[in-house]
């Protein structure tokens, strides 16, 4: 009887606390807060959980897709899955060698906003807040524009 028990904790909690992680080669970076990796023979686009990096054509973009290419080129990534979006992309932690976790050094270096309607986080809101205050990467704009804002302005412009 034990030993059934015993089974049966294991079974629900190995169940209830694993953790998906996807790893592969990065094939392509697009910008900033995604890219592109072969995980098992398949391309899998990946966008990182939580921030939201400048759009093209936006000051500090190509600073933060180039700063995402060299934390990728340094080892080997991992993504803790953590959801997939409308478009299909896997939305994600994405870690380097296990120990880098890009989505924060990317608020570290201010070339990206904490994206709170999406993570609560209160330490992604302290370290977006010490980027902010050290004037680091976008944060030296004076009036730097969030992405999803300079989004809506794009969108409302076409539709005139």
Request: proline letters at 2%.
């Amino acid at each position: 009887m034990f030993s059934r028990v015993l089974v049966l904790f294991l079974f629900l909690t190995s169940t209830c606390t694993t953790t998906q992680y996807l790893s592969g080669d990065v094939v392509r970076v697009a910008d900033g807060d995604t890219f592109t990796m072969l995980v098992e023979g398949q391309q899998q686009r990946i966008r990182l959980h939580g921030i939201d990096c400048p759009e093209k054509g936006q000051p500090y973009s190509r600073v933060a897709t180039q700063f995402t290419k060299d934390m990728l080129a340094l080892g080997k990534v991992k993504v803790q899955q953590l959801d997939t979006d409308r478009y299909g992309r896997v939305i994600g932690i994405v870690l380097v060698n296990d120990t880098i976790n890009l989505n924060e050094r990317l608020l570290e270096a201010g070339l990206a906003w904490h994206y709170k309607t999406y993570d609560r986080s209160p330490e992604w809101a302290r370290i977006e807040k010490i980027a902010q205050t050290a004037k680091h990467g976008l944060w030296v704009e004076k009036d730097a524009v969030a992405p999803w804002e300079w989004r809506k302005r794009k969108r409302a412009e076409r539709s005139k």
